[in-house]
């Protein structure tokens, strides 16, 4: 049981390629979600998914696109990579009752765009 | 709308010091109270809640009371180890809500 893995741990792109991350879960969880941590700001709330096949807007959505094309994987997409955003991206999941309102976090993924 | 606020990091104890982590939380409503920490290099794990107020959540030593009176979810250990030194964030989360607000994280460091 690996829990929440996130590929790749780090990258560096140029100011405009594109990238994807992935995120994978083995807990059957239904909801899934996309954070970024920036120093000094916590985590904030990218996307997420309640369900296979559904994604919607959470706080900071610009610039980024994601899938859930199945129950245990989330995909965040970067189009256009720009320095703001670089950050770390953790993914977490949680399932729909008793301890699955826990949220569970990846180990994150280091991204530098330059 | 509904937000957390941390003290600002870092602090910076020595072994077997008194923690107080200090976290007040604005909501329309009576949210839940999370702790997570983060280690370095990891994501963040979950370290104790509270789901109403007078709750006291607990682990590995830590405490933290839900007070509805002062908005307030402090988080507290007797006496700290080299080992508990990481990043404490303080979250909540409305009822039926997808979602975890977190605030901006408070920076331990413990020397031995």
């Known amino acids: 049981n690996a829990g929440v893995t996130q590929t790749p741990k780090f990258r560096v792109l140029k100011t405009g390629q594109s990238m994807t991350l992935l995120c994978a879960q083995d807990?059957?969880?239904?909801?899934m979600y996309w954070y970024r941590q920036d120093p000094g700001m916590g985590l904030r709330l990218i996307h997420y998914?309640?369900?296979?096949?559904?994604?919607a807007k959470g706080e900071v959505p610009d610039g980024y696109n994601v899938s859930r094309l199945k129950k245990q994987n989330f995909l965040l997409g970067l189009e256009s990579a720009a320095p703001s955003q670089t950050s770390v991206y953790f993914c977490?999941?949680?399932?729909?009752?008793?301890?699955?309102?826990?949220?569970?976090f990846g180990p994150g993924t280091r991204l530098t765009v330059t | 709308g509904n937000s957390v606020t941390q003290m600002e990091g870092p602090v910076t104890l020595s072994e077997e010091a008194f923690l107080t982590i200090n976290c007040t939380y604005t909501?329309?409503?009576?949210?839940?109270l999370f702790w997570y920490v983060q280690y370095p290099g990891e994501g963040l794990q979950l370290l104790l809640k509270?789901?109403?107020?007078?709750d006291k959540g607990s682990n590995k030593g830590f405490e933290a009371t839900y007070r509805k009176e002062t908005t307030s979810f402090h988080l507290e250990k007797g006496s700290v180890q080299v080992s508990d030194s990481a990043v404490y964030f303080c979250?909540?989360?409305?009822?039926?809500?997808?979602?975890?607000?977190f605030g901006s994280g408070t920076r331990l460091l413990v020397r031995p």
């Open positions: 979250a909540l989360r409305m009822d039926s809500s997808y979602k975890l607000i």
């Open positions: 998914s309640v369900g296979e096949g559904t994604t």
């Open positions: 509270a789901t109403k107020a007078d």
């Open positions: 909501a329309t409503g009576y949210p839940s």
């Open positions: 977490a999941s949680r399932g729909t009752s008793g301890r699955g309102y826990e949220q569970y």
């Open positions: 807990m059957n969880h239904e909801y």
